[in-house]
């Protein structure tokens, strides 16, 4: 029945009928990040299999704290049945939203590349206005974001332009790089040190075109203009699925998207491009401790001494791989790697930018950010570029991938 | 394809309890899971045997009575008190330290649960011993009244009535925590890590008790302090205090998953959740490795030994269809004690003794699956846990102390006969 029991149980009857596995036993409530700080979401097992139930096509939806659900999916993970019970709440949010309408900041927030297109020519100016204090208020007054929300700095270049300049060497094996909108307008230097370690250990890279995954507008309830954006990155990624190519990803939560959320939430079993693009897609550290489980990566990592807190998000363990990234910090020599055992920083992609849910996405975060105050380490480390922000904005510790922890073992 | 020493699939009490035992002795560990286990809905207690059938007072003495194919005679009275003592130690050096459990196999407590019919358990937390009722001392109840998965009358109704002579009084608080209206026991025990709720409650019942009364409180004193606020009621009110267990979310069961699930993190052993296996590769009586589905991806988990603790029945490990076919779920090991057709499956009571109840996965004594003729199925699979057949925990008492006891005897097994872990720390 459920989707990991080797069944393809895919689709959005199935995943609903989940809920009937339900034993009423809340272990996801006790997991729950949000509903574990706030009065204000009740939990996942009252609005998913229990509220499921009083949910009816074309009528209203009876129970409004469904929206202060974040998203994290830890409820799906810690589950013992094997009820999709985020799945469900992303699918009932859609609803509820198509209800009572979408805000203009979500929408916004659920398009970074069009944010990404208007603010990397404008990047001085755009960087100024994001982090000048008068100027957040009124977006918070006008829109809704709040003011102290963390938001990234654009790079003023993209990611694309670099790999178009870029000649991959010859090499035996090849991967293309589904780099996502984080590392194309914010991060290009990730992009860049990802394409080296992978050159480094005789990989040759492709990075196609590509656009948004359409992660943040199925987070905002946004389905249809989401799935639009799923099939057009499919279409573009599947000729390399297949052709045996692998499609590797520095962003965890985008390659989840890929791997699992949009044929599970979308419902988009059905797109060929997407199945054929799921099967070959893999988080970056993934395919790392795969190259290495097949003697393929190079091992003469030089020291780095220092302390990181590594911080696996909550999309991460979506993926049910692990901590691959803890794997590869063990061959680093000197690395000292304290391991966070926090369930989520609140971020959610966009949830904690919001202004009423500010506040909640701290006090889910505090836990996190006390240990890493505790720690008190050189840096961070997180797989997921709204997190890094996050915990950047709560600690003022620098927060990396661990990409650049490895490209640096690496002597590049 | 990754390798480990040991994949351990489920992390119940059984599964958690191998890992643990493995990854501290050296092995590189794996644990493969559908979700959370069982522990979040248990008592935090080990119930080693409280009745067989009769009620059992002195369970190391009444192990030996049980009948061969029961899995403590498989693993042996030794095995059993081993794995006790292993799991107290556990406790008391664990990420809750000092908070630690007490008791032994040599004899039971006598505990109420929530409805106050007697409970025999041999290894219960320190926050619970006070309970105990052969002691006669009359017993103050308190509850919260927006805890609604507790009622202090009707524990202290059914405590009058239990023929025990022990007299009971109840009482239920006002106090809500961060004013919710909702609250489990898991918000409570939040609250009760606070020294400044702790206070509030001190203060409230400080007035109302009796002289000689101990009091009862729903197993909410603290999930990540326990041991400081049990401490902190018993100076405040001057009396003996005690938990009793609660429906699910049960705190202390939270506990025991928190001590081992972190034991296992400091050791190097790692969990993987929404991981069900599917099915195993096989090469001369031997499973190579473990296959599991993520998404559209079907993938391979390499092992040189394999502990398969998956629960039964109810937790999806064992599987029944409508035409009285069982199956094991994990690797399709054959289910020992299915009756036949025509043959009686369920008697009329609920306490009955089931023909159906002791189905399972036969193993011999070194926890190795059988098959129909009893002959070893694998070599490198052992089973723990509520997958074995030949117990009836429910009827036993005996949950806890068979995943305990089979999880920790299959880690035993292992590290004796494993060269792939270091010879200086098998040993241990």
Known sequence: ?412 | MSHHDAVVVGTGLAGLTAAVRLAESGARVLVLAKGVGATHLSPGTIDVLGYSPARVERPAEALGALPATHPYSLVGADAVAAAVTWFKERVASGSLAPYASVGDVDANFLLPPAVGVPRPSAVVPETMAAGDLRDGDPVYVVGFRALKDFHPALLADNLGRSGLGVKARATELELVPERRRDVNALGFARALDDPAFRGDVVAQVVTRLAPGERVAFPAVLGIADPHGAWTALEQGLGRPVFEVPTLPPSVPGMRVFALLREALRRAGGSVVLNNVVIGAERAGGRVTALRTRVGLRDERHGADWVVLATGGFASGGLELDSRWSARETALGLPVAGVPGAGEQRFRPGYFDDHPMSRAGVAVDRELRPVDAAGERALENVLVAGATLAGAEPWREKSGDGLSLATGYRAAELVLAASTAVPAAAAGS
């Open chain 1, 1 to 412: 029945m459920a989707l990991h029991d080797g069944h393809d149980v895919l689709g959005t009857l199935l995943m609903r009928e989940s809920l009937d596995h339900c034993v009423k036993c809340t272990i996801c409530e006790t997991f729950c990040p949000v509903s574990n700080v706030t009065p204000l979401f009740p939990g996942p097992k009252y609005v998913g299999p229990q509220a499921e139930r009083f949910r009816v096509p074309d009528e209203p939806s009876p129970d409004a704290s469904l929206d202060y659900c974040s998203g994290c999916g830890i409820c799906t993970q810690v589950c013992p049945q094997g009820v999709h019970i985020a799945e469900i709440n992303s699918r009932a949010r859609a609803h509820l939203k198509a209800t009572h309408g979408v805000p203009l900041r979500d929408r916004l927030l659920g398009r970074p590349t069009l944010a990404g297109r208007l603010g990397t020519p404008a990047a001085p100016l755009a960087n100024w206005t994001l982090r000048n204090r008068l100027l957040r208020l009124a977006a918070e007054k006008a829109i809704g974001l709040h003011h102290r929300a963390p938001m990234p700095r654009f790079a003023g270049r993209t990611f694309q332009r670099w790999a178009r300049g870029h000649t991959p060497p010859q090499a035996a094996r090849r991967v293309a790089f589904f780099h996502g909108c984080g590392t194309n307008y914010y991060e290009p230097r990730l992009g860049e040190m990802t394409v080296a370690l992978l050159e480094h250990n005789g990989v040759a890279v492709d990075v196609p075109k590509q656009d948004c995954c359409g992660l943040p507008l199925q987070s905002n309830g946004l389905f249809d203009d989401a799935r639009g954006y799923v099939h057009r990155l499919a279409q573009r990624l599947a000729p390399f699925a297949r052709a045996d190519v692998d499609i590797v990803g520095t962003s965890t939560s985008c390659t989840l998207m890929l791997k699992r959320e949009a044929l599970e939430i979308l419902g988009m079993e059905d797109d060929a491009d997407l199945r054929a693009v799921s099967a070959r897609v893999f988080d970056i550290c993934e395919y790392l401790v795969g190259m290495h489980e097949r003697g393929e990566l190079k091992t003469d990592f030089e020291p780095v001494p220092e302390t990181v807190v590594y911080h696996a998000p909550c999309q991460q363990q979506g993926h049910g791989i692990g901590k691959p990234a803890l794997d590869l910090f063990a061959l680093v020599p000197e690395l000292r790697v304290v391991e966070s055992d926090a369930t989520c920083c609140g971020v959610a992609g966009t949830y904690g930018l919001k202004r009423e849910k500010y506040d909640i996405a701290m006090k889910v975060g505090a836990g996190l950010f006390a240990q890493i105050a505790d720690a008190a380490p050189d840096r961070a480390v997180c797989d997921s570029e709204t997190c890094r922000w996050q915990i950047e904005h709560a600690t003022g510790v620098r927060t990396v991938h661990p990409v650049e922890l490895l490209h640096r073992a690496s002597g590049l």
